[in-house]
């Protein structure tokens, strides 16, 4: 790329330090930032994503400085969903049940149709013994899901239910999701659950 | 790319369909610049090759993005600079402009909550606004360039068109318009979903038919018609805001936007280049200096600056997603400038085929 055809005007001193201000900061920044990379991350990204940090004190197990990325960009981005997914499932690892539910909320504001956030949104109600929300949520999101995680939301579901005290619709789902794909937790589920609904019927029958 | 091209002649031609007067090649202005190669990969998507094709191109997003997306964004830099008589005629622009953007950006990062924000929704709101405004600059442009001299109000049918998909964006996009408005409390329903839905509708057919019912007036009137590409760049333009938006392939409809820009911007400043007293240097010589620069400066910007922040103590995602938004919004300024046709290089570039 050639020089300019017109060289900058003499007039103006003012704008002429602004613009040499402007470049000599963003030549220096551009040199720090090549430092840092070099010199911190030892590479050079073909992208850079607000969450790389965030994902990198995940994998360092830095969960406190992880989440504090993630509020950092769930701030300056309220409208991505990204960051309250991620942040949701770090929250749900934690066992900060409230805090993840509230950040698959938020994430569901955003896509209304996530059947992936609906059923993250249901373990966190699952978590916090709200079964009855969990059961409505994992409902709303089966339809919605990928054939593929269709066996892992009826098991879900049947666990849902199960833990709800409802051991029939329990074994309905958990024998839904065995139909769909071979499933060893569902096949263990519904065996639990049938030697549940089996005591229950007879503690049921014992009674005067 | 904003043209201001009523001062233009209005030549007269007959009233067939054509492709238009190409300023490389009808292939290549069609495709790239038109946007015909996006409407392929759209028609890929949807019919039943979405798979195969996102699986095939996923794992090079990255790359696409940064030769064609970071690219541009650089490449309106590169023109400002590079432009003959820009800075004699843009002086604020060229000189003073700079500064106020590392003040916002250094005052937004610093306070993420309160500015940081601000600054994300506005360019998300304006984002729209842009391509809307290039196809419709670009569109015009092929237009004069291909003989059909527009009405003030057929003039403005266009610019509907344009603009529709851009108001598509702000009924029912996400953080922006409606959204933004009512803070997701008022319109978060599902029937306040269909309504938008609705107007998606009904704005992605005023994208296709205005343009068209201009085509047939034209036709009718037996006068020179929209030439293929300025129809196709109208549709395209409706097809990366609506379609590739709900289709969850919005990143590709930012390669086809900057891939149209890039080859624009550098028929202009090669144009520019060739033109002058002196030059002994041929077009892909100062084709491959303009992209060369507008490569490097678009990685530097995108993927090194946010870490001189991170350097100073801020956090990743507010240096990245801030500096994103900056960078955004000083190459839509910048765009509004650069592409005035006043009766300078760029008017005679335009019209140098008429």
């Excluded at chain 2, 956090?315 to 009766?343: C, M, P």
Aim: hydrophobic share 50%; glycine share 8%; aromatic share 12%.
């Amino acid at each position: 790329v050639s020089s300019p055809a017109t060289p900058l005007p003499k007039e103006g001193p003012l704008l002429r330090y602004c613009f040499f201000f402007s470049v000599a900061v963003l030549f220096w920044s551009f040199v720090g930032g090549l430092v840092y990379l070099l010199a911190v991350q030892r590479s050079l990204p073909l992208q850079v994503d607000g969450l790389d940090e965030a994902r990198r004190r995940v994998a360092r197990k830095d969960l406190k400085g992880a989440l504090r990325e993630y509020r950092s960009f769930t701030h300056v981005s309220p409208f991505e969903i990204r960051g309250f997914q991620e942040m949701g499932e770090i929250l749900l690892q934690e066992r900060r049940y409230d805090e993840a539910a509230a950040a698959f909320e938020a994430a569901l504001r955003i896509r209304r149709q996530s059947a992936v956030t609906l059923a993250r949104l249901a373990d966190a109600r699952v978590a916090q013994g709200r079964y009855a929300d969990a059961i409505a949520l994992y409902e709303t999101a089966l339809p919605l899901a990928a054939e593929k995680a269709r066996p892992d939301l009826h098991n879900d579901l049947g666990r849902a239910y199960a833990l709800d005290g409802d051991f029939e619709r329990a074994i309905q789902e958990f024998s839904a999701a065995l139909a769909l794909a071979p499933h060893k937790e569902a096949a263990a589920n519904r065996e639990r659950a049938m030697a549940d609904r089996a005591r229950v019927v007879r503690s049921a029958e014992a009674a005067p | 790319v904003t043209t201001a091209v009523s001062a233009l002649p209005a030549p007269v031609g007959a009233p067939t369909l054509r492709v238009g007067r190409a300023f490389v090649h009808p292939a290549f202005d069609l495709f790239i610049i038109g946007g015909g190669l996006s409407l392929i990969f759209t028609v890929l998507l949807l019919a039943g090759t979405r798979e195969p094709v996102l699986q095939v191109l996923t794992p090079w997003l990255a790359l696409l993005v940064l030769l064609s997306n970071s690219s541009h964004f650089a490449a309106s830099t590169v023109r400002l600079y590079t432009k003959p008589d820009a800075p004699r005629e843009l002086r604020f622009l060229v000189m003073g402009f700079p500064l106020v953007v590392l003040g916002v950006l250094t005052a937004a990062i610093a306070f993420p909550e309160r500015l940081g924000s601000a600054l994300m929704t506005l360019y998300l709101t304006w984002s729209p606004f842009h391509y809307s405004a290039q196809a419709y600059g670009l569109a015009l442009m092929y237009s004069y360039r291909s003989g059909c001299a527009l009405e003030a109000g057929e003039k403005r049918a266009l610019r509907l068109a344009c603009l529709a998909p851009f108001f598509a964006v702000l009924a029912a996009g996400r953080g922006v318009g409606l959204d933004w408005l009512s803070s997701g409390g008022l319109l978060a329903g599902p029937s306040a979903d269909s309504a938008r839905l609705w107007l998606v509708t009904l704005f992605g057919w005023v994208t296709v038919g205005v343009p068209l019912g201009v085509f047939l007036r034209l036709l009718w009137a037996r006068r020179t018609t929209l030439p293929l590409i300025s129809l196709c760049v109208v549709v395209s333009n409706g097809v990366w805001l609506i379609a590739l938006n709900r289709l969850d392939a919005f990143a590709y409809a930012t390669i086809f936007h900057g891939l149209q820009y890039l080859a624009i911007v550098s028929i202009f400043h090669v144009k520019d280049r060739l033109r002058e007293p002196g030059n002994r240097r041929g077009w892909a010589w100062h084709t491959a200096g303009f992209y060369l620069a507008c490569l490097g400066l678009g990685y530097l910007l995108f993927q090194v600056w946010p870490f001189a922040y991170v350097l100073l103590g801020f956090g990743l995602a507010e240096s990245a997603l801030l500096v994103t938004a900056i960078i955004n919004l000083h190459h839509f300024i910048v765009d509004a400038y650069i592409w005035k046709l006043r009766q300078d290089a760029n008017y005679r570039i335009v019209t140098d085929a008429v």
